[in-house]
DNA sequence: CGGTAATTTGACTGGAGTCAACTATTGTGG
DNA sequence: CCACAATAGTTGACTCCAGTCAAATTACCG
């Protein structure tokens, strides 16, 4: 089985995260962990201090409210880091598989050590931190000030992009194994309107999202309602 | 004048940053710059690799739309560290001064090049990022899932968290040189509504915000409707 | 003081939410 | 392998929160 460091040698989105030349620290030998579908990996509130490396599947990290509406903060896949916190306590947000997930799993007091000890490590964290910060900006840009066709059109092609960085899709086709339940709690609306608004996308020939499979049918049109520039993404 | 270097070793709110034991680096011997109010620090799009380090005053890092609409993504602070890339390309937002701005300027590179040498700077870098990311996840909450009256209510209640810690807000009471407009551009709604939100949150006896000053009146009745937890500011 | 920016208010509109029913799909145990 | 339950998707009718438009009024600044 693959150790964490091995991962890290050869993921195709190294850039993502760390690629090479500290493969020698010791808590990078791990193997990663398998989680079923639809289980949770952590629970926001929780105390422990485990931190997420994805190795592969689809996972959602989300933040519950009290009147039990949730907002899905992001989509992590293969190579992101999850639950890195600037300082120990309580979680703040769940992760729970929708796929099968292959997870490494380091405690944040050895990530830090390392980190401590190896400035090449501690810059590609902090690369990797700096890019979920974009990805999470544009996120709020798209909830904030986008309508729900811009809005829903941004995200698919947001997920084409990140996909085809780690080979997960191919000339605007990928599957996408979450429901529209999901997609509402990502896009700030409802389980209805997603449904209706997907309906319009496809109507005006844009994209079409049918039993988890994912079609960019009109590519410049689809960019242009979406106001999507995948520069941020790089 | 106080360098970077001095700051980091004096800034109360050290922990969102750089504290102690790396104050030999050279870089970091610079001087804040001062910008006047309502002056652009930085362009989205602009292809510089500068990064800046707040010292004092207040600014907003927003990204606009081809609309012409924007949406607020932080008002960062003194301490917070703004336009950390993970990789070298154009901007992803602007930055703009609201009142007077106190700012350390580095470069990416060299600040890249401290990081690699030493990693306990990585390691605060990481850190401060973390945290950025928390504040992000939970606006992008805020937008995503409260609606008017609570989603203003948590950003008022965020933001006298945030400048308590660096010594800006006494008893619920604080300066916010923010206008309406802007307000609405942070929270992702009109300025008419913001101002009819504000008035029936004064109305309730919850919060006033008037001629930029900030006085929470109920905090207990403010948070439950805020659904606030400081807990991710930490 | 005069002009610009910010705030406030009213009347009206509309996009997205709510409620509710129905259909399609998936998955599971007998 | 089917029956049937549970989950996911679809659609219609209606509501409502927030947006739009427009016009004061007030605060701020040179």
Redesign the pocket.
């Known amino acids: 089985m693959q150790t964490l460091s091995q991962f890290m040698r050869t993921h195709p989105a190294g850039a993502t995260l760390l690629k090479n030349g500290w493969g020698t620290n010791d808590f990078l030998d791990v193997s990663p962990k398998i989680y079923k579908p639809?289980s949770v990996i952590c629970r926001q509130d929780d105390n422990d201090d485990t931190i997420f490396i994805l190795k592969s599947g689809w996972a959602i990290l989300y933040r519950g409210l009290l009147d039990g509406e949730r907002q899905i903060i992001d989509t992590p896949l293969g190579g992101d880091i999850v639950g890195f916190r600037f300082v120990d306590g309580p979680r703040f947000a769940s992760l729970a598989s929708i796929t099968e997930l292959a997870v490494y799993e380091i405690s944040r007091k050895a990530l830090i050590d390392a980190v401590l000890s190896d400035g090449r490590l501690g810059n590609k964290i902090a690369c990797s931190l700096a890019r979920l910060n974009a990805i999470l900006a544009e996120h709020l840009v798209n909830v904030g000030r986008?309508?729900?066709?811009s809005?829903t059109a941004h995200f698919l092609l947001e997920l084409e992009e990140r996909l085809s960085k780690v080979g997960l899709s191919d000339h605007g086709r990928y599957e996408c194994p979450?429901?529209?339940?999901?997609?509402?709690d990502i896009l700030?609306?409802?389980?209805?309107?997603?449904?209706?608004?997907?309906?319009e996308l496809r109507k005006a020939d844009l994209v079409s999202?049918?039993?988890?499979h994912v079609e960019v049918i009109n590519r410049k049109k689809l960019v242009e309602t979406a106001g999507f520039d995948k520069e941020y993404l790089r």
Chains 1, 2 share one sequence.
């Open positions: 639809h986008r309508n729900a066709m809005r979450l429901t529209q339940h999901e997609l509402a700030g609306m409802t389980t209805v309107h997603v449904n209706r608004t997907l309906r999202f049918k039993a988890g």
